[in-house]
């Protein structure tokens, strides 16, 4: 190891306990994206990522205001004609109900055992901070050797909805060779994982309504049709027996997997077996003739997210209710088409809806699918870095989840991304309990130095 190197590492080592306050210190921002009430939660947060910025001697740091929340950008650019990469991050996190099931506040950052305990630990706010100590550890001990920009926004967990217009507002800023996005995760804490591909999304909201009103389902049930009876059987016409989706022409622009990527999935530890032992499902359950990794990463799926009607209270009530809804979304690869889905669900839904009912379709913000390249100096260097810390060999996987930027920066800036990340599938991630492996979080700081150094 060069001087430089391991004056980095050690720094990074001697400064854990400053690194896991910073780490606590962000994770008590309740920046929730898709609740007004958090606004304020919003700014605060992303002056918090700029003022660290600040500190670490990153130049132009601005916290940008979008349509939506605002994004923060900085950039250090003293290594000419050296690489610049960009630094990709998202500030906000999920919703935390259900609140009652949080063991501590979802934003008391509590440790139990090797574990940090918080709403955002995982997704992303650890794998910010872990981007970001690396670069501390770097640029205190000697000086970073590539140019760096970042990009931290704050919509991720809701779609990105306001950053395609603003990336290509701001293209020449965002110039750069590749993009380190660790948004993604490991397979496990002995399984260094790099991601080369990620699932779109359509996400809709579907209402239907019958009565005009709730009815006495003695005085009326059994001459009008129930919405919660006709929404669960539209529900139910959406799979096969086969557990294929049945919109029409959903299938037509799936990418077929080709048979090397399924020697790939053959090898990988993500069997039946973690499924089964990471859900605690009684069973596995999916599309037929795929393996289950194919099922949850590389195939497209459709999920009800959430439904509501009538009576949930206690006890009885004996209600027809005038309504109900579900939340419903799909997962997509490439070569699917988020609008296209839409229009699919719609086409659906006006073949089998009955006469009965009235019902609406939202929809929400969609994504494509990506696939990133492999053969980058970028990916090579990652490799190499997450080896040297693992010593074990880099796993390569498609992800399940979904991250939007991903797609647009190759559309709209045309880079790639280099895809990883320090969480592990038991995170509880958009769960309550969600929390970071601290051991595994450390040498994910250490991996990235090297990445730094390598490139
Ligand atoms: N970090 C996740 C995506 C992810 C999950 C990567 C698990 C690797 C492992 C990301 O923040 C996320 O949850 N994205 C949303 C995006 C959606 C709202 C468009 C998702 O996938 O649900
Ligand atoms: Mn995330």
Not at 94 to 122: H, M
Not at 167 to 185: E, R, T
Request: with cysteine; hydrophobic share 40%; glycine share 8%.
């Amino acid at each position: 190891m060069t001087d430089t190197r391991k004056t980095a590492v050690e720094y990074a080592r001697q400064h854990q306990s400053e690194f896991l306050d910073e780490l606590k210190a962000i994770v008590s921002i309740p920046s929730v994206s898709s609740d007004a009430e958090h606004k304020p939660d919003m700014q605060t947060t992303a002056d918090w990522v700029a003022a660290k910025l600040r500190a670490l001697g990153i130049e132009k740091v601005q916290v940008m205001p979008t349509d939506g929340h605002p994004v923060v950008y900085g950039e250090w650019l003293g290594a000419p004609g050296k690489t610049t990469v960009l630094i990709y991050g998202h500030y906000d996190v999920q919703p935390v109900d259900p609140l009652e099931l949080w063991k501590t506040g979802p934003f008391e950052p509590t440790v139990r055992g090797e574990n940090l305990y918080a709403r955002g630990t995982s997704d992303m706010k650890g794998q910010v901070m872990a981007s970001l100590h690396a670069i501390e550890a770097i640029v205190k001990t000697s000086r970073l050797p590539v140019n760096v920009k970042f990009m931290i926004e704050g919509e991720e967990e809701i779609g990105s909805p306001s950053l395609a217009k603003w990336m290509a507002a701001h293209k020449d800023l965002l110039k750069a060779d590749f993009c380190l996005n660790p948004d993604s995760g490991m397979i496990g804490a002995q399984y260094p994982t790099i991601t080369y591909g990620l699932r779109g999304l359509a996400y809709f909201e579907l209402r239907v309504y019958g009565p005009d009103h709730d009815l006495h389902s003695g005085v009326f049930g059994g001459v009008v049709q129930n919405p919660a009876i006709a929404l669960a059987e539209l529900i139910a016409g959406m799979h096969d027996a086969d557990g294929r989706i049945s919109l029409p022409g959903f299938y037509d622009s799936v990418r077929p997997l080709t048979a090397e990527e399924h020697e790939n999935f053959l090898r990988l530890p993500t069997t039946a077996e973690f499924y089964k032992q990471q859900t605690g499902a009684p069973e596995l359950h999916g599309e037929a003739g795929f393996l289950p990794v194919e099922q949850a990463s590389a195939r497209p799926t459709l999920d009800v997210n959430g439904m509501i009607s009538g009576f949930t209270g206690q006890g009885q009530k004996t209600v027809l209710p005038a309504f109900a809804m579900a939340k419903i979304s799909c997962r997509l690869v490439p070569d699917q088409d988020p609008e296209a889905v839409y229009q699919q669900m719609l086409a659906y839904l006006q073949a089998r809806a009955p006469k009965t009912i009235r019902w609406e379709l939202t929809k929400f913000s969609g994504a494509p699918a990506s696939i990133s390249e492999l053969d980058l100096p970028g990916v090579r260097a990652l490799a190499k870095a997450l080896e040297t810390i693992w010593d074990a060999p880099v796993l390569y996987k498609r992800e399940g989840g979904s991250i939007p930027v991903v797609g647009e920066m190759q559309t709209i800036l045309g880079i790639q991304s280099v895809l990883t990340g320090f969480g592990l599938p038991d995170d509880n991630l958009h769960a309550p309990n969600e929390k970071i492996h601290l051991p595994t979080w450390t040498k994910g700081t250490e991996a990235l130095i090297h990445f730094f150094f390598n490139l």
